[in-house]
């Protein structure tokens, strides 16, 4: 049975970190994009990041550059999303997702992926950034 599941998430303080996981079991993610998502309460599901299935080209939203880092491990059936500097507004559940192919689909310059480009997804697992 294809599955998602994230992890990582949690209560973290204003300019902390955290690193999730995205960990496919039933099938294997060598082949597909993988992309990361985060829908705040009240909001839409937005796209935060995308890598390709070798990993040799990634998207993220600009305002999410540079705090933001998507990679993979697919040795281990793992996408990882590292997350610095974190902010409040960072505060909403994140969601991974599959594609189902090599690339990340189509998105606007400065965007991160659109959401409608995926095919499967996670549970998604809670992140909340306060004092």
């Known amino acids: 049975q294809l599955q998602l599941v994230e992890s990582g998430g949690g209560l973290v303080q204003p300019g902390g970190s955290l690193r999730l996981s995205c960990k496919a079991s039933g099938f294997t993610l060598n082949n597909y994009a993988v992309g990361w998502f985060r829908q705040a309460p009240g909001k839409e599901r937005e796209g935060v990041s995308c890598i390709t299935d070798s990993g040799t080209r990634t998207i993220t939203e600009d305002s999410l550059e540079g705090r933001f880092t998507i990679s993979r491990d697919n040795a281990k059936n793992t996408v990882y999303l590292q997350m610095n500097s974190l902010k409040p507004e960072d505060t909403a559940v994140y969601y991974c997702?599959?594609?189902?192919?090599?690339?990340?689909?189509?998105?606007?310059?400065?965007?991160?992926?659109?959401?409608?480009?995926?095919?499967?997804w996670g549970q998604g697992t809670q992140v909340t950034v306060s004092s």
């Open positions: 997702a599959v594609r189902e192919s090599a690339l990340c689909g189509s998105y606007y310059v400065g965007e991160g992926p659109r959401r409608s480009e995926f095919d499967y």
